[in-house]
């Protein structure tokens, strides 16, 4: 775990959660303040003038004696005595009746509503009054005491900076508890993928209850490292196999110019020729690897177009019928309608003469042989079925049949290699390619996706008619 909390992310976004989450909360209570404010300062406005109203109506009608005498019945009639305020002074502030009295004792001169400092049963306060001048020149003071407001805007205070305290106390610590979970979690994922890093492809992320986050990364991971796996043991068999299928023929070729030395005349020249054919032999083993490393890399993927089948069975049919009736056998083609597979003409030619050449190679082992080649769209599917009457594959070795360098009769020449480029080519193309053997005889099944519109991707462009 690094020591330095701020480098975490987790911590970071944490934090600014928690940090969002004060900032609403101040908010939120610094709104609630001024309403309430507002709210009690607008009450005790509204009743000191409503009282300083009435009493300036009572000493109209009957006179400053009969006010002294109302002030002292508000004042003690038992209704907020604590905090209610009357004062009668004359111009000069000489105390007539009420209350309190203004500090310092001064002349006011200004009058409606404002705040006053005075002194009531020995202890100072502020007031928040209503100041009106008499016809006699004396001064009437109405209000309250702002004490109860004050008090009540200090608790408020306390208990906001107390929320506001706990909240941010709540922030951090959440945010390092989240930080630390986060981090636990990651833990696992930078062990294992450091021991993969090391070599050990066998690690795997240990996956916990539930579908959150980490483990379904944790899982993706996993099928990642499944398939990594999976090429590397792909990669090293094939670099076994390479080296054990390419080991045989150099040794046999060394083995023979050291023989040709010793050989003369037309001997040495067979053997020269001999070797010649191996040699090229050993350069078709290698362009059909590299043809299939292309094609796994998937990089002609990007040339895909709409590939008219029938004329590509018709071009396959023109070329290999006349091999086919030189050896005894007959090649037939059945087409359903117009397929049009989404794919590259050349590869798919490729892979359709790979198979048309192993059909008619096993078709034609014996007098009679067939070789029948149907093809047909279901949908956003092109379906090729290649049938032949040939012997067929033993089911144990079915499952090998595209492994490179494998040869399911071994009494047959070859590399190995023809359908491993096919199921290269199948897989470029999304497809399928599956085997079956017949009674007798054997059946490949190739699914290809369709292409979208027929009609429109085989139409040529405008300009090529020009």
Not at 52 to 62: G, S, T, V
Not at 322 to 348: H, K, S, W
Not at 446 to 459: C, D, F, G, K, W
Request: hydrophobic share 45%.
């Amino acid at each position: 775990m690094s020591l330095r909390p701020w480098s975490s992310m987790a911590f970071r976004l944490a934090l600014v959660y928690g940090g969002l989450l004060l900032l609403t909360m101040v908010v939120v209570l610094t709104i609630f303040y001024v309403q309430m404010v507002s709210v009690f300062s607008q009450r005790m406005d509204q009743e000191a003038k409503m009282d300083l109203q009435r009493l300036e109506q009572h000493a109209q009608e009957h006179g400053e004696q009969s006010l002294r005498q109302e002030i002292d019945r508000l004042l003690s009639d038992g209704v907020d005595s604590q905090t209610e305020i009357a004062i009668l002074t004359d111009a000069r502030n000489n105390f007539l009746a009420g209350n309190a009295r203004i500090l310092p004792r001064r002349t006011l001169s200004t009058f409606g509503m404002r705040e006053l400092r005075l002194e009531r049963q020995g202890r100072t306060m502020t007031g928040r009054v209503a100041v009106a001048q008499l016809p006699s020149g004396n001064l009437l003071i109405v209000g309250s005491d702002m004490d109860a407001l004050e008090d009540i805007e200090e608790r408020f205070m306390r208990a906001s900076l107390t929320a506001v305290v706990i909240v941010l106390v709540l922030a951090v610590s959440g945010s390092v508890a989240f930080r630390r979970l986060v981090d636990d979690r990651a833990a696992s994922i930078r062990q294992t993928m450091l021991q993969v890093a090391n070599g050990d492809l066998g690690q795997r992320i240990p996956l916990a209850g539930g579908d959150d986050e980490f483990t379904r990364l944790g899982r993706d991971i996993n099928r990642m490292l499944d398939q990594i796996e999976l090429l590397m043991d792909g990669v090293r068999h094939v670099s076994n196999t390479i080296a054990h299928n390419l080991r045989t023929p150099l040794t046999r070729v060394l083995l023979q110019l050291r023989s040709a030395r010793h050989l003369g005349g037309q001997e040495q020249q067979r053997l020269l020729e001999h070797l010649e054919q191996e040699v090229q032999g050993l350069g078709t083993v290698f362009d059909k690897l590299l043809q299939i490393a292309e094609l796994e890399s998937g990089m002609r993927r990007q040339e895909f177009c709409a590939v008219d089948i029938p004329g590509l069975l018709a071009d396959i049919a023109d070329l290999y019928a006349p091999v086919a009736e030189e050896n005894g056998c007959t090649l037939e083609l059945d087409i359903e309608g117009l397929p049009c597979a989404l794919g590259d003409g050349d590869l798919l030619a490729n892979a359709l003469a790979n198979l048309v050449e192993n059909a008619l190679k096993y078709a034609c082992s014996e007098a009679g042989g067939h070789v029948r080649i149907a093809a047909r769209q279901q949908g956003e599917v092109v379906e090729l079925r290649l049938q032949d009457n040939g012997p067929g594959v033993p089911p144990e070795r079915l499952a090998r049949i595209t492994d490179r360098f494998y040869r399911a009769h071994e009494h047959q020449p070859g590399h190995g290699l023809g359908l491993s480029s096919v199921q290269a080519i199948v897989q470029l193309h999304n497809g399928s390619l599956q085997f079956a053997n017949l009674a007798p005889g054997f059946e490949v099944q190739l699914r290809l996706p369709a292409a979208a519109q027929r009609a429109a991707a085989l139409m040529p462009p405008a300009s090529a008619g020009l």
